[in-house]
């Protein structure tokens, strides 16, 4: 079983699509973690998403999209890259009881604090170039509403989701409206606005009838009256970048103080990837060495304001 993104356009108008199926992928970020079912469905949702979303990068790098919540749900992080390498996870608050039927607003959004975020990230930056962030206040009751919404405000794209996840799927449902292009109307005028004809049959699709039918066959039953062109599928997979440098260059960064601190505490420091759950460990040589290797990269490096 791979996984599949799968994107097509509607001959002869400016509407374009994409179904996706990351269901293993989903397993795989499900592998270490146990999620209440509610935030399942948000971050499955949320994986979907953003293998959708990942279509309108236009540069080889990462998309990365982010809720800060306010509520129960802490923080949810999806992670896609211009090859579809996907990652995702999400803190709760140490107190957190998640019902089952908790929504959105509930668990992110209790105090209108809610935040969505969206960055790209290229990858090989060039001097001085930084991501782009939008950060926007969370509009919406659902994830596809809320990221609607951001497309609509930040990007002017028409562009409407249906997504559905639960323990064992996440797929979803992308239609686009291209810029700069209006509808073709029919010589009489009769006729509905490709854009509105291809929202009204995609929006017969339920959420239970998404999570249960594969997306060959939800392509097929939606647009089978349409004239469609589809281009050759990708698949996206689970893949962390997590490394022992980069946990490294983290505990650098809290400082020398607080890591000796924690040394004297604990004997050695241990750090699980919220990713992966990879585990990585720092006894006191390891942890001397990071600091040790400080100076000389220091005043080879001027300071600079790239992020990494
Ligand atoms: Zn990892």
Known sequence: MTDTLQKFMFENTAVR??????????????????YPAAVKTILGEMLSAAALLSANLKFNGAIVMQIHGDGPLRLLVVECDSDLNMRATAKLSDTAVIADD??????VNQNGGGRFVITLDPKDKLPGQQAYQGIVPLDGESVATVIENYMMRSEQLDTRLWLAADAHVSRGLLLQKLPGEGGIKSASGEEMEPWDRS????STLRTEELLSTDIETVMRRLFWEEDIRIFDPKHPNFLCTCTREKVG????????????????EMGKLAIDCDFCGQHYEFDPVDCAQLF??????????????IKH
Not at 17 to 34: F, M, P, Y
Not at 102 to 107: N, R
Not at 199 to 202: D, F, S
């Open 17 to 34: 699509g994409e179904l996706v199926d990351v269901s293993e992928t989903w397993k795989h970020v499900q592998a270490r973690r146990e």
């Open 102 to 107: 908790a929504t959105l607003p509930q668990l």
């Open 199 to 202: 929202v009204m049959l995609a």
């Open 249 to 264: 260059s983290m505990l650098k960064m809290l400082g020398q103080a607080e890591v000796d601190s924690a040394l004297e």
């Open 292 to 305: 040790v290797s400080e100076a000389p990269v220091e005043t080879l490096i001027p300071a600079s304001p």
